[in-house]
T-cell receptor
């Protein structure tokens, strides 16, 4: 039973390039969350998606960042025109339907983005 | 203090000792969860405690929740060097969404 999978694990981009981070949720999970972790910090929520729907993107910067979770395939977090401040670890988590209010979020290993 | 703030920031103990970490939060919650993160790795879910629960055990872990004080504690008994990691509490609000708010974590170092 594979857990949450993220790729790539490490990504190096030059300023101005695009970064695409992928996340495949656990089997049976249809809810995906993206978090960002800066060095020495806790995780900060970015966006919450269900299949083909963005439920909550209140933590996502208004510009350059976008996320999708298509009907088929992984969830994608896309950062356009990266800047040095985007360097961080980006974690994806998935859960079952949280409506039951007794859910757990399972995290992937993260993608470490370095912008040079 | 921010939602889901852990205390202490860092804790250093000897193997075999108990480690206690605290977490305070501000808003009403549905659940509170504790996670562990080894250096440079992803988060591992440890335990979830619901807002109507006061205490929960899982192996060497004991979690308490006091909703009147908006605080939780994580106790690791008989610690091992392998317990060395950062520990985060995460809360979800009862606003209807299920996103988690994390604190900055407690860094635990267990020396052999």
């Amino acid at each position: 039973n594979a857990g949450v999978m993220q790729n790539p694990r490490h990504l190096v981009r030059r300023r101005g390039q695009e970064a695409r981070l992928r996340c495949s949720p656990m089997k049976g999970h249809s809810h995906v969350y993206w978090y960002r972790q800066l060095p020495e910090e806790g995780l900060k929520f970015m966006v919450y998606l269900q299949k083909e729907n963005i439920i909550d993107e209140s933590g996502m910067p208004k510009e350059r960042f976008s996320a999708e979770f298509p009907k088929e395939g992984p969830s994608i977090l896309r950062i356009q025109q990266v800047v040095r401040g985007d360097s961080a670890a980006y974690f994806c988590a998935s859960s079952r339907d949280p409506i039951s209010r007794s859910y757990e979020q399972y995290f992937g290993p993260g993608t470490r983005l370095t912008v040079t | 203090s921010q939602q889901g703030e852990e205390d202490p920031q860092a804790l250093s103990i000897q193997e075999g000792e108990n480690a206690t970490m605290n977490c305070s939060y501000k808003t009403s919650i549905n659940n509170l969860q504790w996670y562990r993160q080894n250096s440079g790795r992803g988060l591992v879910h440890l335990i979830l405690i619901r807002s109507n629960e006061r205490e929960k055990h899982s192996g060497r872990l004991r979690v308490t929740l006091d909703t009147s004080k908006k605080s939780s504690s994580l106790l690791i008994t008989a610690s091992r060097a392998a317990d060395t990691a950062s520990y985060f509490c995460a809360t979800d609000s009862n606003s209807g969404y299920s996103t988690l708010t994390f604190g900055k974590g407690t860094m635990l170092l267990v020396s052999p």
